[in-house]
């Protein structure tokens, strides 16, 4: 079955930097768009960066652009989120998202990951 899996969150001082995987299986990525949301303590689920099939164009939330970079590597079947400039806002589980729609919006999710915890401290 399809699935995909997050990692490399983890607790991380404000200014600081993570990167974060999502390894998918079970399905070809290149067919979708991939991205990732986040959902902080007590409040709904956003979008954060999303990136076109074949990598060609991507989109940011305006509370991470200019510090997040979302990339993917077809071949490898994954794709990444590097998280710089961090704050304490950020703090939030990040979830990996797919969409055969193929659109780095990512309008209809497809299949979702469980989740990757960080942590930002101040």
């Known amino acids: 079955q399809v699935q995909l899996v997050e990692s490399g969150g983890g607790l991380v001082q404000a200014g600081g930097s993570l990167k974060l995987s999502c390894a998918v299986s079970g399905v ?28 060609g164009s991507t989109y940011y939330a305006d509370s991470v652009k200019g510090r997040f970079t979302i990339s993917r590597d077809n071949a490898r079947n994954t794709v990444y989120l590097q998280m710089n400039s961090l704050k304490p806002e950020d703090t939030a589980v990040y979830y990996c998202a797919a969409d055969l729609g193929g659109s780095e919006y990512l309008r209809s999710v497809n299949y979702w990951g469980k989740g990757t915890l960080v942590t930002v401290s101040s």
């Open 28 to 55: 070809t990525s290149s067919r979708y768009a991939m991205g990732w949301f986040r959902q902080a303590p007590g409040k709904e689920r956003e979008f954060v960066s999303g990136i076109r099939r074949n990598g």
